[in-house]
Nanobody, 115 residues
Framework: QVQLVESGGGLVQPGGSLRLSCAAS????????TAWYRQTPGTQRESVAFIDSGGITGYADSVKGRFSISRDNFKKMVFLQMNTVTPEDTAVYYCYLGRGDVNYWGKGTQVTVSS
């Protein structure tokens, strides 16, 4: 059984920074893709960034140059560094771990960008 627990969300002012963390428990991590998604009320969950076990990353166009994803395979953790945030980044952010038909999700952490 794998559990993903996000932390680090909260209220941040426009232009500010925030770092999200995701801790994975269970027997799997290495060899699986990890990612961050986000969702606002009434919209579909969208991909923000991903990183595979080899360190290859990808980002949504809306966050390129501002957000950075990283992972620590030894500690089984994934991070999302969010810089120069805007109100449009306000959402619940979810941690993801998966490979093929195997998918795990965290319960999410709220990020609110407001002055």
């Amino acid at each position: 059984q794998v559990q993903l627990v996000e932390s680090g969300g909260g209220l941040v002012q426009p232009g500010g920074s925030l770092r999200l963390s995701c801790a994975a428990s269970g027997s799997i991590f290495g060899g699986y893709v990890t990612a961050w998604y986000r969702q606002t009320p009434g919209t579909q969950r969208e991909s923000v960034a991903f990183i595979d076990s080899g360190g290859i990353t990808g980002y949504a166009d809306s966050v390129k140059g501002r957000f950075s994803i990283s992972r620590d395979n030894f500690k089984k953790m994934v991070f999302l560094q969010m810089n120069t945030v805007t109100p449009e980044d306000t959402a619940v952010y979810y941690c993801y771990l998966g490979r093929g038909d195997v998918n795990y999700w965290g319960k999410g952490t709220q990020v609110t960008v407001s002055s």
